[in-house]
T-cell receptor, first 117, second 113 residues
Framework: GAVVSQHPSWVICKSGTSVKIECRSLDFQATTMFWYRQFPKQSLMLMATSNEGSKATYEQGVEKDKFLINHASLTLSTLTVTSAHPEDSSFYIC?????????????FGQGTRLTVV | QKEVEQDPGPLSVPEGAIVSLNCTYSNSAFQYFMWYRQYSRKGPELLMYTYSSGNKEDGRFTAQVDKSSKYISLFIRDSQPSDSATYLCAMSFPSGGYQKVTFGTGTKLQVIP
């Protein structure tokens, strides 16, 4: 299957600082990437959909000024958590979709565990 | 009512057992049905997907969809300790040019040697 690389896999930051998470599709071009957030024992919650060269589409309740998404190329999308607070501590996962053979098949990155202290 | 309901478990079975994982859903617009496996602190890995009612088999795994009852299942035969993970069901429908996916909460499975 296709490979999606997410970096870093684990980060601790101080409250009030910003953290950038990268998501790369290594062997395919992903016109659309998705950012999810997962709390313990809860399902993945879609935060936003990132399309190459255009603004991200955010889900209801997700602050776009706090979670900045940039999809600069067909292989890279970034999520920046600005002015992070302890309640932002979570597991963030990106996914990239291929168009064939099934346009819903998604390949996930390994996730980034963010801890804000 | 959640769109997708999944028993969180945990489910503990002996090695070699048949495992049955289930999800129910309420949204009739769902077109594709998927099962993901997620190891601790890792991203989900797609196991199987289907878009029609019936069974789909892949090795020790069988995915079953019953659209009339809005019910999907994943069966694992001859379960192995390496199958120990959290299994997420997921369903999608077309929205804005792509498939919007909704995940279940996941069922944690432990296969005991």
């Amino acid at each position: 299957g296709a490979v999606v690389s997410q970096h870093p896999s684990w980060v601790i930051c101080k409250s009030g600082t910003s953290v950038k998470i990268e998501c790369r599709s290594l062997d395919f071009q992903a016109t659309t990437m998705f950012w999810y957030r997962q709390f313990p024992k809860q399902s993945l919650m879609l935060m936003a959909t990132s399309n190459e060269g255009s603004k991200a589409t955010y889900e209801q309740g997700v602050e776009k000024d706090k979670f900045l998404i940039n999809h600069a190329s067909l292989t890279l999308s970034t999520l920046t958590v600005t002015s992070a607070h302890p309640e932002d501590s979570s597991f963030y996962i990106c996914s990239a979709r291929t168009e064939r053979p099934l346009n819903t098949e998604a390949f996930f990155g390994q996730g980034t565990r963010l801890t804000v202290v | 009512q959640k769109e997708v309901e999944q028993d969180p478990g945990p489910l503990s079975v002996p090695e070699g057992a048949i495992v049955s994982l289930n999800c129910t859903y309420s949204n009739s617009a769902f077109q594709y049905f998927m099962w993901y496996r997620q190891y601790s602190r890792k991203g989900p890995e797609l196991l199987m997907y289907t878009y029609s009612s019936g069974n789909k088999e892949d090795g020790r795994f069988t995915a079953q969809v019953d659209k009339s009852s809005k019910y999907i299942s994943l069966f694992i035969r001859d379960s192995q300790p390496s199958d120990s993970a959290t299994y997420l069901c997921a369903m999608s429908f077309p929205s804005g040019g792509y498939q919007k996916v909704t995940f279940g909460t996941g069922t944690k499975l432990q296969v005991i040697p």
